[in-house]
């Protein structure tokens, strides 16, 4: 545990120690990426415990997704020690769930009530057909909630009690949301019914980063706070700690044609005149790019070809310590589906990958069907995580036959869903109903493990609030980033958030940034002649290295953090 006291606000630069240490009341702190929005939350918190009195079990923390929630439970941790257990830390959905589990009945549930499984969800659709109050009715008929449900619910309640919301309101009297330029309408319903339009509500975010209004966020909550929350103060930050001069200056270029922030600045913390340029790779096709995040990945890690390529492990030996290491390179793309190709090539080369999307944990091929067994086996004990292994034992062994089951799964795919499973059962400890909760409500990113010694393959929309030493940015491509269905034409709004989530990926680079784009590609049933993405037109060519076909240069120190 860290000194306590102003000590905390040692580690903080002048503006952010302002907004840190802002009294109570509305404050809205807008920042751009790398600027230290995360830090500045904790730190508050912190302060506003150790220094003004504000008792724990009064803050709310909200973030959007459960690994983000983790992430800032772990740094409050560290800051505070002990007491920061007593602060409420969770998604929207999780609040929502507390909510709803406190006033179930009001809420109309019995006493069994649960979320609906996919399979329970997909029944109720089919009978309900377009008609959703049927469906909705269905669902309570079998005393199920759905995903949104666990919004709507806890909002309907708490506009019809107002005993409630001030129950509520004198809980948690502090409340606090990083990532807020990603709220949708009922969840700013609901931070509304949780404070008072003078209240304590702290909100921080980034406009410019706003990605998910597909949806149904609405980065225009950022512009109403002000009217929303009488005498809201507002503090900007600007200084960025966490890219290298060239990368910021490029990405900073790359949003400035279509920014939603007045006034918009990012300055480098982090000056070094032999900070590498932006590299840029002109690939002949997707083989190709792989082959060229695999050959800059063996320059930059090392030791690839002197592993056993037969048998795909690893020899840990040939990272010598201080130097990168896997899990500090991050490949990033638009869709899914680009993932492929870039995982048999690094595991062609014997490198352990961990690949995650922001898609919903349940959907994935195999974790319905553990979770489901899971829930019925009452003979298994022992930990979730013990479990886990266990049942995808039995599964696998079960699905390597044909069955009679709807859905036939290969035993790779129960593998695979365990694989995504264990590390969140290993965090989650003993708890079997918070562990299968998880499983309801979490996104696949969920389950990134930061400490597993692995190149992590992320979709934009999962890397987000995340930072990795090396970043690959691939498939700059028009009509991939952005995104667009041959023969659609996308609105000015479409393309302006393609190019946040452009802007959101290279800001997630410190100190190497790639990014590739290949000349030919197989995309809706054809293959297809590609071209760069307009974006890179944005950025000025002096902050690019054209990377050659040849094997790049190693870096003489290979001490790539000091650059
Ligand atoms: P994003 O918009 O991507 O979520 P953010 O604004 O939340 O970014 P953080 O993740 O909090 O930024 O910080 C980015 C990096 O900069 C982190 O590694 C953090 O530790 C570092 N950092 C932030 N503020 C400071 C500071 N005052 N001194 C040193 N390092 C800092
Ligand atoms: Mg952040």
């Not at 508050?44 to 929630?69: D, H, Q």
């Not at 009679?404 to 290969?410: S, T, V, W």
């Not at 452009?502 to 002649?529: I, K, W």
Request: glycine share 6%; charged share 25%.
């Amino acid at each position: 545990m860290e000194e306590v006291g102003t000590g905390l606000l040692d580690r903080l630069d002048a503006m952010q120690r302002v907004a840190a240490s802002a009294p109570g009341g509305p404050l809205l702190i807008v920042a751009g990426p790398g600027t230290g929005k995360t830090r500045t939350l904790t730190h508050r918190i912190a302060y506003l415990c150790a220094e003004l009195g504000v008792f724990p079990e009064r803050c709310l923390a909200i973030t959007f997704t459960r690994r983000a929630a983790e992430e800032m439970r772990h740094r409050l941790d560290a800051l505070m020690g002990d007491v920061a257990e007593d602060i409420t830390v969770g998604t929207f959905h999780s609040v929502g769930l507390t909510i709803l589990k406190e006033n179930a009945k009001s809420a109309g549930l019995g006493a069994n009530w649960r979320i609906a499984d996919d399979a329970e969800r997909a029944a109720a659709r089919e009978q309900a057909g377009d008609d959703d109050l049927a469906y909705t009715k269905l669902l309570r008929q079998q005393d199920l909630v759905d995903l949104d449900d666990l919004l709507t619910m806890p909002v309907a309640l708490l506009r019809d009690e107002p005993e409630l919301v001030e129950r509520y309101r004198k809980r948690w009297q502090w409340v606090f949301v990083d990532e807020y330029q990603d709220v949708d309408d009922v969840q700013y319903e609901l931070l509304r019914l949780l404070t008072p339009a003078n209240g304590n509500l702290c909100a921080i975010g980034d406009p410019d980063q706003a990605i998910y209004s597909f949806r149904g966020a609405d980065v225009g909550y950022f512009l109403r706070f002000s009217r929303d929350f009488t005498d809201a103060r507002l503090v900007r930050l600007t200084r960025n700690y966490r890219s290298s001069a060239p990368i910021l200056a490029a990405a900073v270029q790359a949003i400035a044609p279509t920014t939603l922030v007045n006034g918009r600045r990012l300055d480098p913390a982090r000056v070094n005149p032999e900070s590498p340029l932006v590299g840029r790779y002109f690939a002949a096709s997707v083989a190709d790019e792989a082959d060229f995040v695999v050959r800059t990945i063996d320059e930059l890690v090392g030791g690839l070809s002197h592993r056993s390529l037969d048998s795909g492990r690893v020899d840990s030996r040939a990272v010598a310590p201080g130097t990168l290491s896997f899990s500090d390179v991050a490949v990033l793309y638009r869709t899914d589906s680009q993932a492929q190709v870039v995982v048999d090539a690094l595991s062609r080369a014997g490198v352990p990958v961990q690949k995650r999307s922001h898609n919903r944990l349940r959907d994935r091929p195999g974790v319905q069907v553990i979770a489901r067994e899971l829930r019925h086996a009452d003979g298994i004990s022992g930990s979730p995580a013990a479990r886990v292994k266990l049942t995808a034992q039995v599964l696998a062994q079960r699905y390597a036959a044909p069955t009679l089951d709807a859905e036939q799964l290969a035993p790779e795919d129960i593998w695979t869903a365990a694989e995504l499973l264990m590390p969140l059962a290993h965090r989650i400890g003993t708890d079997l109903t918070r562990f299968l909760q998880e499983i309801a409500t979490g996104a696949e990113v969920d389950a990134l493990d930061r400490r597993a010694e692995a190149v992590n393959l992320l979709t934009l929309h999962a890397a987000k609030g995340l930072e990795f030493p090396v970043v690959f940015l691939v498939g700059c491509e028009d009509g991939l980033l952005p995104l667009r269905w041959p023969g659609a034409k996308p609105t000015d709004d479409e393309t302006a958030e393609e190019r946040r989530l452009f802007f959101v990926g290279l800001t997630r680079a410190q100190d190497r940034l790639y990014v590739s784009h290949a000349a030919r590609r197989f995309r809706h049933g054809t293959e297809r002649e590609q071209s760069p993405t307009p974006f890179l037109d944005a950025i000025d060519v002096g902050l690019f290295e054209r990377m050659g076909d040849k094997v790049p240069s190693r870096p003489k120190d290979r001490q790539l953090r000091l650059l």
